[in-house]
C-alpha cells in the first residue's frame, strides 16, 4: 500500500492537523476498480501519535491485497472530545476529518456501509463516541477503549484537572453527550455494527467495565461482537485483536500466508 502523510488546516481546532493514510495500490489488490474505496479511520491512544498504527504494526504489509484506505489522524489526550477548555476534537475528527479526506481523496466511499472506525484505549472510547454520535460510520470498533467509567473513580479523582478538562465534572458525566451508554440509547435508527475487544487481565481496570457495558448496548438492539480474551492493555495484546477486527469489517480481508505473497516475490538466482 501506499504511505502518505498529510497536513491539513483544520477549522474546528483553529490549527494544522497531521494524518496518515495508507492506500490501496493498482496492481496489488484483486478486482481493484479504484473507485468507492472502503476507508477505516484508526485512532491512537494516550501518550501516542497518528504515527503509532505505523510503527507498532504491519498494516501497510497485512493490508496489501485489500482493497481499503487506512486514515490515521492525530488526536492529542483529547479524548477526541470537544473539551470543555474550547478545543473541539470531536467537530475535528467526526465531522471535519471525513470531508477533508474525501475532498482530497474523491474515490473513498461515502456511504456508511463502507466506512468504519476504530481505535485502541483512547481511541476506543474516541471510535465509539465518534460512531454513535454521526451517521457516517456503518461499522465501530474498540480494543480496550475506555467504554464505562465505573470503577474508574479513583483514577479521576487522582488527575481531576485532566479529566474535568476533558469532560467536565464527573458528576456531570452520566446521561451526558459523552457517556457511551447515553449516545447508544440516544441513536434510535440507523446502528452502526459494533465490534468490541477486551483483555480479561486488562491492566488499567476496564475489564470489568466493558463487561458490564456490551451486554446493555446490545440490549439496545445493537449488532455487537464481543470478544474476551486473556491479554493486557499493550500492542501485544492488540496485534492478534486487530486480526480479528479486519476478519470482521466487510473488505475481504485475506489474512497473510507464503501463498498468498509469492507472486509479489523475486526469484533469488
Not at 485512532?43 to 486514515?71: C, I, K, P, Q
Not at 470543555?84 to 465531522?95: F, H, L, P, Q, V
Not at 458525566?173 to 457517556?179: A, M
Request: proline share 5%; no cysteine.
Amino acid at each position: 500500500m501506499a504511505i502518505l502523510h498529510v497536513e491539513y488546516f483544520s477549522d474546528a481546532l483553529h490549527m494544522k492537523r497531521k494524518v496518515n493514510v495508507l492506500y490501496p495500490e493498482v496492481g496489488k489488490v484483486e478486482n481493484f476498480t479504484g473507485t468507492d474505496i472502503p476507508v477505516l479511520y484508526l485512532l491512537h491512544g494516550m501518550t501516542d501519535t497518528e504515527n503509532e498504527w505505523l510503527s507498532r504494526t504491519a498494516l501497510d504489509r497485512m493490508l496489501h491485497h485489500t482493497n481499503v484506505a487506512l486514515v490515521m489522524p492525530e488526536g492529542d489526550l483529547s479524548f477526541y472530545t470537544n473539551t470543555t477548555y474550547g478545543m473541539n476534537y470531536y467537530d475535528a475528527i467526526a465531522k471535519e476529518l471525513p470531508e477533508k479526506m474525501h475532498f482530497f481523496f474523491p474515490n473513498l466511499s461515502t456511504k456508511p456501509e463502507k466506512n468504519f472506525i476504530a481505535g485502541v484505549s483512547m481511541g476506543g472510547y474516541g471510535a465509539m463516541h465518534v460512531g454513535l454520535g454521526v451517521e457516517n460510520f456503518g461499522y465501530v470498533g474498540s480494543l480496550s477503549g475506555l467504554l464505562n467509567i465505573h470503577g474508574l473513580e479513583d483514577h479521576w479523582a487522582a488527575d481531576k484537572a485532566y479529566w474535568d478538562g476533558v469532560w467536565g465534572p464527573m458528576e456531570k458525566f452520566p446521561g451526558s453527550d459523552n457517556e457511551i451508554i447515553t449516545q447508544a440509547k440516544n441513536r434510535t435508527e440507523n446502528k452502526p455494527k459494533i465490534f468490541s475487544w477486551i483483555g480479561k487481565q486488562d491492566n488499567i481496570g476496564l475489564y470489568p467495565g466493558t463487561k458490564e457495558i456490551i451486554p446493555q448496548i446490545e440490549a439496545l438492539g445493537y449488532d455487537v461482537t464481543f470478544h474476551e480474551e486473556d491479554g493486557i492493555h499493550s500492542w501485544y495484546s492488540w496485534l492478534p485483536a486487530i486480526q480479528e477486527l479486519l476478519l470482521w469489517l466487510p473488505i475481504g480481508y485475506v489474512p497473510e500466508s507464503n501463498a498468498n505473497d509469492a507472486k509479489y516475490t523475486f526469484a533469488m538466482s
